[in-house]
T-cell receptor, first 110, second 116 residues
Framework: DAGVTQSPTHLIKTRGQQVTLRCSPK?????VSWYQQALGQGPQFIFQ???????QRGNFPDRFSGHQFPNYSSELNVNALLLGDSALYLC?????????FGPGTRLTVL | QKEVEQNSGPLSVPEGAIASLNCTYSDRGSQSFFWYRQYSGKSPELIMS????GDKEDGRFTAQLNKASQYVSLLIRDSQPSDSATYLC????????????????FGTGTRLTIIP
């Protein structure tokens, strides 16, 4: 049973650029959540998708947007990148109450 | 703002001893709590979940929840060097309509080092 997968593993962008991160949930998991983890901090909730709709959103600006596809996979888009967007971006899929994280995408904004 | 607080450590424990990790939360509505282990450079790995007051045991791990005191803890018995990691405490938002898939609020994590 494949776990949560994310791509790419690492990404380097410059300020002002746009980025798209991808996530495939565990088999059978229908809910995908995205988190941002800055160095030395705990993950912070960005938003959650279920049935192709954004169900919940954390305190992140509209520059952060997402999408969920019919196969439950998901994308996170960040526009107008800032230096402060440098972080580990984690995708978690869930079913029956437990969230399992993927390996993450390390985003560096220069 | 709903918060989850942890002692950032580092916490050093001799091999074979009991490691005790603590966490407090501010949202009285939270119904679900989780402990994740995160090795350096890796993503968080779920090790325990707890929803009811009391203790829950799984192998060498015991999670404890006290909703009246808004306190969650994790005990690791017979600590091993491989237990050295950062331990993240997380609380669910507490929306009954979304129970089990709520957004999680994480603490900053406690760095645990097991000394051989």
């Amino acid at each position: 049973d494949a776990g949560v997968t994310q791509s790419p593993t690492h990404l380097i962008k410059t300020r002002g650029q746009q980025v798209t991160l991808r996530c495939s949930p565990k088999s059978g998991h229908d809910t995908v959540s995205w988190y941002q983890q800055a160095l030395g901090q705990g993950p912070q909730f960005i938003f959650q998708y279920y049935e192709e709709e954004e169900r919940q959103r954390g305190n992140f600006p509209d520059r952060f947007s997402g999408h969920q596809f019919p196969n439950y996979s998901s994308e996170l888009n960040v526009n107008a990148l800032l230096l402060g967007d440098s972080a580990l971006y984690l995708c978690a899929s869930s079913l029956a109450g437990k969230q399992f994280f993927g390996p993450g995408t390390r985003l560096t904004v220069l | 703002q709903k918060e989850v607080e942890q002692n950032s450590g580092p916490l050093s424990v001799p091999e074979g001893a009991i490691a005790s990790l603590n966490c407090t939360y501010s949202d009285r509505g939270s119904q679900s709590f989780f402990w994740y282990r995160q090795y350096s450079g890796k993503s968080p790995e779920l090790i325990m979940s707890i929803y009811s007051n009391g203790d829950k045991e799984d192998g060498r791990f015991t999670a404890q929840l006290n909703k009246a005191s808004q306190y969650v803890s994790l005990l690791i018995r017979d600590s091993q060097p491989s237990d050295s990691a950062t331990y993240l405490c997380a609380g669910g938002e507490g929306r009954i309509s979304n129970f089990g898939n709520e957004k999680l609020t994480f603490g900053t994590g406690t760095r645990l080092t097991i000394i051989p």
